[in-house]
């Protein structure tokens, strides 16, 4: 309960920080980091309100996650540099977001069978889990191409070095989601992640009834 409470605030503080120094900036007239400000909260709010549009009960790490991962990629990022101060930035969050699309990937693939492991057994969830991490980073990659291209942006950084370690990180991303959703199956845990995946289908029952129903067998 303790966690939880603090979890919120945390979120909650971020929230009012991005606020504040938007706020400030566009006083300030320094516009691009008011954008990035108030960009990087817009973002931020996107997953509960897409919840509430589809009925999902989002668990509050997961919130927090999201917005922190926002915070560190588009604040911090661009607003703070981060990516040029500390070398290892852009491969955490890649190897994070990874992580966090193979997890969403096997949620809903799991979503799409509810739950039945014999309409969809677990290599194969785990395999498109793994596959959807991929796509979202290659997806990603072609767009940093496309803004160097067009609009003369410095995404790539180190051009096909900086691709190829972003889509190696992915891939080790993509493999710890898919290899957590696979244990989580075969075993009903998974670590951390695993609980994670249990309190989302936990909070959204009526969407994984036939695994529930053959957890109780």
């Given at each position: ?5 603090e979890n919120g605030i945390t979120m909650l503080v971020i929230w009012a ?173 998974a670590g951390v992640l695993g609980r994670g995946l249990e309190q989302f289908i936990q909070m959204n029952k009526r969407l ?10």
């Amino acid at each position: 309960m303790r966690l939880i409470k603090e979890n919120g605030i945390t979120m909650l503080v971020i929230w009012a920080l991005l606020l504040s120094t938007g706020l400030v900036a566009l006083g300030l007239a320094r516009w691009s980091l008011a954008f990035v400000s108030i960009a990087t909260l817009a973002l931020s709010l996107v997953p509960p309100l897409l919840a509430a549009r589809w009925s999902l009960a989002l668990p509050l790490p997961f919130l927090l996650f999201t917005t922190l991962f926002f915070f560190a990629s588009i604040f911090l990022g661009e607003a703070f540099d981060f990516y040029e101060r500390l070398w290892w930035w852009d491969l955490a969050l890649h190897g994070s977001s990874a992580m966090g699309f193979g997890l969403i990937g096997f949620l809903f693939v799991f979503m799409l069978f509810e739950g039945d492991r014999f309409a969809a057994p677990p290599s194969a969830i785990a395999f498109i889990s793994f596959c959807v991490a991929m796509t979202v980073g290659a997806t990603w990659e072609v767009f940093e191409f496309a803004m160097d291209v067009f609009f003369g942006l410095n995404m790539q950084k180190s051009g096909l070095d900086d691709t190829m370690g972003d889509l190696i990180v992915n891939a080790v991303g993509g493999m710890v989601a898919s290899v957590t959703g696979y244990f989580y199956l075969r075993r009903n845990s998974a670590g951390v992640l695993g609980r994670g995946l249990e309190q989302f289908i936990q909070m959204n029952k009526r969407l994984y009834l036939k695994y529930k129903q053959r957890l109780k067998k």
